[in-house]
Every structure is written in C-alpha cells, then in structure tokens.
C-alpha cells in the first residue's frame, strides 16, 4: 500500500530518525479543523521560475518582499501556517520523524528523504511555499528562483542569498563557502576552481544519464505502507543535492544536538531561504531528466504504491490540503515551468 498522510493530531518529537537522538526543534503543524483534498486551480499565467544569479531586479525585489512578509508572520502571528518558521518545521517534521506513518505502522518514522518519494514531496512542498510567496504580495505569477549549480555561471552561493541586509540571508552558513568559491558537489575537498567546476559537471552528467540504468536507480527506491525510513535516495538526491546541503551548512556544531545548521541537517535546512532555491533546481532536473535526456528507461513509476502516496500541506489560504505523489509529475498542469538555459552537462562525458 501507498504511504499516507501524516496524522497530524499525533505529531511528536523531532529525532534523528537514523540514531533516535532527540532534537532541540519543536516542528509540529498548526492543527487544522478539516483536510480538503485537493484540487489544482485554474491559472492564467505561467510562473516562469528564472535562475537566481539571472533574475531581474523586479524579480529580486519581489522575492525579498515575500520572504519579508512570511518572516514577519513569525511574529505578528506565529501560528499561521504560511509563517517563514512554519514553513521551514514542514521539512523537519516529515524527515525528522515527528509524523509516524499512519494505519498499524505507528512504530514506524515517516521520512520523506532516501526514498521515491523525494521528488514528489519537495515539488508539492516547493508549489506551496511559491503560491503562499505570490499572495503574500498579491502576485500570482510569482516565481520562486532557482540555483543553477548545473551551470559554471550558477556555481557560487547565488549574489542575491549573500547580502546580510536582505531578508535572503542566513547567518547559518559555512563562512568559506560565500563570496565566489565554487560549489563542491563530490565533496572532493578541491579549492582549484577550474578542477572544481570539471568535478561538478561530470557528476551531473553522471547522476543524470551515465550511472541511471533504472527509473528508480534516478527517483529513489521503493518506499510503501510499512516500509523502514530510508530505503535508498535516487543518484540526484544522494549526488548534487546533499552536495549542496552540505557545502553551505556550518560545519561546526552550534549547539548541543545541533549539527551543520542550517543547510545541513533536515531540521534546519529550511530555515535558510537559499533551501528552496536549490530545491527549485533539485526540482528542475528532474523536469530535465523527463523532458530532456534521452534514454529507453521509463521516465515514471506506474506503481500505484507510488501514485497514490499521499502528502499534506497548508496552502496560500491557509487550508490544510491533501495531495498525492502522482498529480504533481507534469509542472505546467501545476502553473509553473522553469526558464531555459544552457546544460553544459549534458554531453560532458570526460
Ligand atoms: Cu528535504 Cu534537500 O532536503
């Protein structure tokens, strides 16, 4: 059977769901009188998602005025489920095991990370999250950037998340890794720039065409009704993705049971406004990988095991929502696509 919604009523206590240790983090949602299912509404416009380092100034001063008014939510009312602090305890509570899996598994964490059902949460996750944005501005293109660490030109910390002044910041980074150091996707520990970004690009390359014989050897592995957390991540969650997370976090603790905040560690990760960004690239490739690279593997599973695994989230009214792993394949029956650039990648084979 397919995983299902969390129980909400039942939320308990982040831990790490490998060891068990108990977390200094509260995330359990706001609780909701009903759960609608839910249904796509009808747009107008395409949400267009530019690249971070690419984005007009329009663009940017939209992006830090949303992000400004979901902060300020975190004050004025820290119960509302749109609030920045709310929106970032969704991801610790569906990978720090808060939620159980529901029916006779409550024993069982619910853990969204190493498993199928990565891609699918995130881009919910992601749809929300932009939605809430564009009405907190009342601008229902609003399209959330994204970090184009597959391209040289995108393989800094985007310019826009660095500046202390901007609602776009975080404090909780690596101090090493701002300014122009290149990301380090392998964690091959280089400070060579030119080595750096030939690294990156080959194991694009390869977490995208070379080492993907399977659907599921992309996507992840098998998580169902029942199943242990953590199965087995696809080539692009375990490659550039946790690259990414791990490269930006600190890399000192920060506290008792507080470890490579934020980025790196599934309860902090978003906290850093920069988490959405990269996930709206960890998002575009697999738009890429269906759309653009050129292979006989099945692009979906057809498993309904798959289809049916169900999420749920607070949307931009405020209303709790459920929706399934299988609705979301297709971004523009979403409202949202990603604008073009180059994939310097693609035919990268050193
Ligand atoms: Cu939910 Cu990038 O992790």
């Not at 706001?30 to 249904?39: G, N, S």
């Not at 690009?201 to 992309?218: A, G, K, N, P, Q």
């Amino acid at each position: 059977d397919p995983v299902q919604a969390p129980d909400f009523t039942k939320c308990g206590d982040a831990h790490d769901v490998a060891t068990g240790a108990l977390l200094d983090a509260k995330c359990c949602p706001p609780l909701p009188d009903k759960i609608i299912d839910y249904e796509i509404p009808k747009f107008e416009v395409l949400r267009k998602r530019p690249a971070a380092h690419m984005a007009s100034k329009e663009q940017v001063a939209k992006y830090e005025k949303a992000i400004q008014a979901m902060r300020d939510l975190d004050t004025s009312h820290p119960e509302d489920p749109r609030g920045f602090m709310q929106q970032a305890n969704i991801h610790c509570a569906y990978c720090n095991g808060a939620h159980d899996q529901v029916g006779n598994y409550d024993k069982l964490d619910l853990q969204v990370h190493n498993s199928w059902l990565f891609f699918p949460f995130h881009r919910w996750y992601l749809y929300f999250y932009e939605r809430i944005l564009g009405s907190l501005i009342n601008d229902p293109t609003f399209a959330l950037p994204f970090w184009n660490w597959d391209n040289p030109k995108g393989m800094t910390l985007p310019p826009i998340f660095d500046k202390s002044s901007s609602p776009l910041y975080d404090e909780k980074r690596d101090p090493k890794n701002n300014g122009s150091a290149i990301v380090d996707l392998t964690f091959s520990g280089s400070t060579d720039p030119l080595q750096l970004v030939a690294n990156n690009l080959s194991s694009i390359y390869s977490e995208m065409v070379r080492s993907v014989s399977t659907t599921t050897d992309f996507v992840g592995k098998p998580y169902c009704a029942g199943s242990k957390p953590s199965p087995g991540g696809g080539s692009s969650e375990n490659g550039s993705h946790t690259g990414i997370h791990w490269w930006v976090g600190t890399k000192e603790p920060t506290g008792p049971n507080k470890f490579n905040e934020d980025m790196g560690n599934f309860y902090s990760a978003g906290r850093d406004p920069v988490f959405y960004c990269h996930h709206s690239n960890v998002d575009r490739m697999w738009t890429i990988w269906r759309d653009v690279v050129q292979t006989d593997i099945p692009k979906d599973i057809t498993s309904s095991n798959y289809l049916n695994a169900e999420f749920l989230f607070y949307d931009e009214n405020k209303r709790l929502v459920r929706v399934k792993a299988g609705d979301c394949f297709d971004q523009r029956k979403l409202g949202y696509d990603y604008d073009r650039v180059d994939l310097p990648w693609l035919n990268y084979r050193p």
